[in-house]
């Protein structure tokens, strides 16, 4: 066996240099110094992503917050570079090993977690064929498993080792200050003003809002392997070095003036403090119930106070968090109102199949009120989407597809719980809670937002579920084994 590994190893050491080898020979033959540069880096890529696709696959997931956007590519088709042909060859690397005998981690796809995804497949693939614009449908439908399959169930496939857990976390982390290193030095050129913090971190993401999104998932991380880092062999050096990371991207976030991802770490510190006190998951769930059924009871009277903060945004720190709330005069705040309340009306015309998915920004202008559209609403929906990943998921999916997802977020939320409050593992515990409240940033930034369907937030979103589900999986697999005589 040893000598048969051996031998498997030799020859695709020896590919690896032929490819290598083969690419710089055509690169001198063409004489172009830039595809001298390219043609070797991709090729030596694609020997690697032969011989290693796991380790390949966690690279690609790790490059995301780096990638570039080419808007239309033809067929009106986007595309981010270099990671998604990079997931292509991914897929048909793993797809040629499931046909060569990969085995299929039968209990991973019988958890209900699996299940919820399977099923949230098969609904949107559903809904596709009953859409409005069936053609954008199957695009987003397309675009969704392309990143579902990879980063949900390939992931879970790898993270039954937890060493690739540990590898995309620091991957990932690693590209983000990267990126907001880059930004933080084009925004200081600025002098860090809130009107230039839109669009300051282009070519890699279009809006300060995605941006702020997608770090945000690295702030618990950091947090958990800062100070509880003794927990996982990380020196004392290390530990004082992430702290300053940790600063490092929490400036970045404060000045991207995102209020959304503000509320965001708000609410990941509040569910930390849940999780230091213990509370019972299913009492935080009756509470959260009760608290919306009061709410809805409560609708005009809660309206009507917020109606008396006419705080607009400012360059000032503390007038911009004041704004947060004001839905009187602040036309983002307004703006946004404005497209939930066109979301409740389309469910109420096609409310089990919805209008097909990603079909919301070309249909929700006719169920605006003139009465309650603003000075930045428009009908040709240039201008965001439904601004809320529940809304929009109501709208385009129906009922059926917005209790899917739900579910989706209810089971990853249990098995967190479940995880952080278990007493034998500590580490496990540890990392639940980071990779937990990395995600929950996002749970509560989709209030306001929906960016699910890009590769910014899809990876490390559809990632963090996967590395949820993986530790529970391990978890209960331990106990079951110290449960036998």
């Not at 690279?59 to 088709?77: K, M």
């Not at 050096?237 to 003036?257: D, E, K, P, Q």
């Not at 006419?310 to 004041?322: I, M, N, R």
Request: glycine share 8%; hydrophobic share 50%; net charge positive.
């Amino acid at each position: 066996m040893d000598q048969s590994r051996a031998h498997i190893g030799g020859w695709r050491r020896w590919l690896f240099i032929a490819l290598v080898g083969t690419a710089c020979g055509l690169a001198a033959a063409f004489g172009d110094p830039v595809i001298a540069a390219i043609l070797p880096l991709a090729l030596a890529l694609l020997a690697a992503a032969f011989h290693r696709p796991d380790y390949f696959l966690v690279f690609v997931a790790s490059l995301v917050p780096l990638s570039i956007g080419v808007n239309d590519i033809g067929a009106n088709l986007g595309l981010s570079l270099p990671t998604e042909p990079l997931i292509f060859i991914a897929l048909a690397i793993f797809a040629a090993k499931l046909f060569l005998g990969l085995r299929i981690d039968a209990e991973a796809m019988q958890h209900p977690m699996s299940l919820a995804v399977l099923f949230y497949l098969i609904w949107i693939f559903v809904t596709a064929l009953t859409s409005t614009m069936p053609l954008v449908s199957f695009k987003n439908v397309l675009a969704r498993t392309w990143f579902i399959v990879p980063f949900y169930f390939i992931f879970l496939h790898l993270f039954r080792q937890r060493r690739f857990i540990h590898l995309f976390l620091i991957g990932f982390t690693a590209a983000t200050l990267i990126l907001i290193l880059y930004t933080l030095g084009q925004h200081a050129r600025e002098g860090f003003l809130r009107s230039s913090s839109y669009s300051i971190m282009w070519p890699f993401f279009p809006d300060h809002g995605m941006y702020a999104a997608t770090i945000a998932f690295c702030v618990p991380i950091l947090a958990v392997f800062a100070f509880g880092g003794g927990w996982f062999g990380v020196n004392l050096n290390w530990r004082i070095a992430l702290t300053v990371v940790l600063g490092i991207v929490l400036f970045g976030i404060v000045v991207s003036y995102t209020r959304a991802t503000w509320l965001s770490l708000v609410a990941a510190a509040g569910v930390y403090v849940l999780f230091r006190l213990r509370i019972p998951f299913w009492s935080i769930i009756t509470v959260l119930v009760c608290t919306a059924g009061y709410a809805v009871s409560q609708e005009e009277r809660i309206l009507y106070e917020l109606e008396q903060n006419k705080q607009g945004s400012d360059d000032e720190l503390e007038g911009h968090v004041k704004s947060v709330s004001n839905i009187s005069t602040d036309p983002s705040n307004l703006e946004r109102i404005n497209r939930w309340k066109c979301a409740l009306r389309m469910v109420k015309v096609h409310p089990i199949t919805g209008f097909g998915p990603g079909t919301y920004v070309f249909q929700y202008g006719p169920f605006q009120l003139s009465s309650e559209e603003t000075i930045i609403s428009t009908h040709s929906g240039t201008l965001g989407d439904a601004h809320s990943e529940y809304f929009s998921h109501l709208s385009e999916t129906g009922i059926p597809g917005f209790l899917i997802y739900l579910s989706i977020l209810f089971i990853v939320s249990q098995r967190a719980f479940r995880l952080v409050y278990q007493p034998d593992d500590r580490r496990i515990a540890l990392l639940a809670t980071g990779i937990y409240l990395g995600l929950m940033t996002y749970l509560t930034h989709a209030l306001l937002n929906n960016y699910s369907g890009i590769d910014k937030v899809a990876v490390p979103f559809w990632g963090f579920c996967a590395a949820i589900i993986a530790l529970d999986l391990d978890w209960m697999r331990r106990k079951r084994r110290a449960a036998q005589p």
